[in-house]
Every structure is written in C-alpha cells, then in structure tokens.
Nanobody
Framework: QVQLVESGGGLVQAGGSLRLSCEAS????????MGWYRQAPGKLRELVAR???????NYADSVKGRFTISRDNTKNTVYLQMNSLKPEDTAVYYC?????????????WGQGTQVTVSS
C-alpha cells in the first residue's frame, strides 16, 4: 500500500516563504512524474508545478519565478519551495505522483496541506 505524507503548510504573511514536502512510502518500485496542485475555495484544482524523473520542470504562469519544485529520488520525496507568497496563493496544496508499486502503475494524491497567506 502506498502512502503520501505532506508537510510544511501553514500561515505566512505576504512576501514570506514556505517549503512543502511530500514523501511517498510503501512498496514503491519507481516514481515517474511528481507534482503539486492546489485548490482554493470555490475554485477547481489547478496545476502548480510538475517535475519529471529526469528533472524537467513546468510551472503555472502565476508561480513562475517564485516557486521551485525539486525532488529527491533517494527519499521518494518532492518539494515545493514557495517564495514571495501572495494572498492569492492561499489554497490547499496536494502532491501528485505517478508511480509503480509492485506490479501496479498508478496516480496517487496526498491528503493536502493548507497554505494561508495573509495580506
């Protein structure tokens, strides 16, 4: 069974920084793409950033230059460094992984972590 545990959310003032982490555990054979999504109240879940196993990244236009996604394949962990945070970044952030566990290939979501940016 695969588990994704997120950490690092919280309350921060505008202009501040937070670092999110998402660690996958279980019978994991390999992890391909890893990503972060967010969902604000009353809005659809949206892509924030994704990173391939080889390290290629893509970002939502709204976070380019402020957020950085990275991964540690030895720890099955993906990170999101968020700088220059704005009130509009307030949302629940979810990690999302494409991985192979045992003989199964699947897409998994974390439980979500709240990020609140005050003005």
């Amino acid at each position: 069974q695969v588990q994704l545990v997120e950490s690092g959310g919280g309350l921060v003032q505008a202009g501040g920084s937070l670092r999110l982490s998402c660690e996958a555990s279980g019978n994991i054979f390999s992890i391909n793409d890893m990503g972060w999504y967010r969902q604000a109240p009353g809005k659809l879940r949206e892509l924030v950033a994704r990173i391939t196993r080889g390290g290629s990244t893509n970002y939502a236009d709204s976070v380019k230059g402020r957020f950085t996604i990275s991964r540690d394949n030895t720890k099955n962990t993906v990170y999101l460094q968020m700088n220059s945070l704005k009130p509009e970044d307030t949302a629940v952030y979810y990690c999302n992984l494409d991985l192979r566990a045992g003989a199964a290939i699947g897409n998994y979501w974390g439980q979500g972590t709240q990020v609140t940016v005050s003005s």
